[in-house]
């Protein structure tokens, strides 16, 4: 799906998205869940982009959603994998994940990732801004290029309605209730999650950046 000139949703990682930008550099966000690494680069093959331009993948945190097929994608595209110096120890399996996530990780395998850079405080990566957001994870981060938002698990969206993810699967939430509150600086026209269709800049955004 082509959300504005240049950036996609891949369509095969709907239960957790990832994201294609075609720019000064081209650049994946997220990786999917674990066993999709085929048909993700099957489907860039089909936007008519050439895996192995593919200069960086970014992750926005540690899910096993998020980070499922990055070392795959890794090794045919040759990218830069990049992630936060918070959730890395967790990507690499070094510590384990708390509460339900451990438990999915017990049965959720993925091929342990090489992080190749970890995110500075005021990161610009091929034009995309890197925004700290801990709360979902101890580092979760948000992309802004353009006019796009790339919001992580920072929250979902449900047939248009925007929702927290489950107390359960939050770290920590002061953190994020201090994250939620950045969204209001935040000029942006399109909002794309993980979880859910992304949407245009509405009223339901705009009641929802004001709770906080």
């Known amino acids: 799906?082509?959300?504005?000139?240049?950036?996609?949703?891949?369509?095969?990682?709907?239960?957790?998205?990832?994201?294609?930008?075609?720019?000064?550099?081209?650049?994946?966000?997220?990786?999917?869940?674990?066993?999709?690494?085929?048909k993700i680069l099957d489907e860039i093959n089909s936007i008519g982009i050439d895996p192995s331009t593919i200069n960086h993948?970014?992750?926005t945190h540690h899910d096993v959603d998020n980070v499922g097929n990055a070392r795959i994608l890794q090794e045919n595209t040759g990218a830069m994998l990049w992630a936060s110096k918070e959730d890395?120890?967790?990507?690499?399996?070094?510590?384990?994940?708390?509460?339900?996530?451990?438990?999915?990780?017990?049965?959720v395998r993925y091929k342990k990732p090489v992080i190749n850079k970890v995110y500075n405080k005021y990161d610009i990566?091929?034009?995309?801004q890197v925004i700290k957001t801990?709360?979902?994870t101890p580092g979760h981060v948000i992309f802004l290029y353009k006019n796009i938002l790339f919001s992580g698990d920072l929250f979902k969206?449900?047939?248009?309605?925007?929702?927290?993810?489950?107390?359960?699967?939050?770290?920590?939430?002061?953190?994020?209730?201090?994250?939620?509150?950045?969204?209001?600086?935040?000029?942006?026209?399109?909002i794309c999650p993980s979880h859910g269709s992304p949407i245009e800049r509405n009223e339901v955004w705009e009641n929802f950046i004001n709770k906080y």
Not at 88 to 107: A, D, E, N
Request: hydrophobic residues 35%.
């Open 157 to 190: 969206i449900t047939k248009g309605k925007i929702k927290l993810v489950s107390d359960g699967e939050n770290w920590n939430k002061y953190n994020l209730e201090k994250s939620l509150s950045l969204l209001k600086n935040i000029e942006c026209q399109w």
């Open 134 to 136: 801990p709360g979902h």
């Open 1 to 38: 799906m082509e959300i504005t000139q240049g950036v996609y949703m891949l369509d095969c990682t709907e239960k957790s998205h990832a994201y294609l930008i075609q720019g000064e550099e081209n650049i994946l966000i997220d990786s999917g869940s674990p066993g999709l690494a085929q």
């Open 57 to 59: 993948i970014l992750l």
């Open 88 to 107: 890395m120890p967790y990507i690499i399996r070094r510590k384990s994940r708390r509460g339900i996530k451990r438990i999915i990780q017990t049965f």
């Open 125 to 128: 990566i091929g034009g995309i």
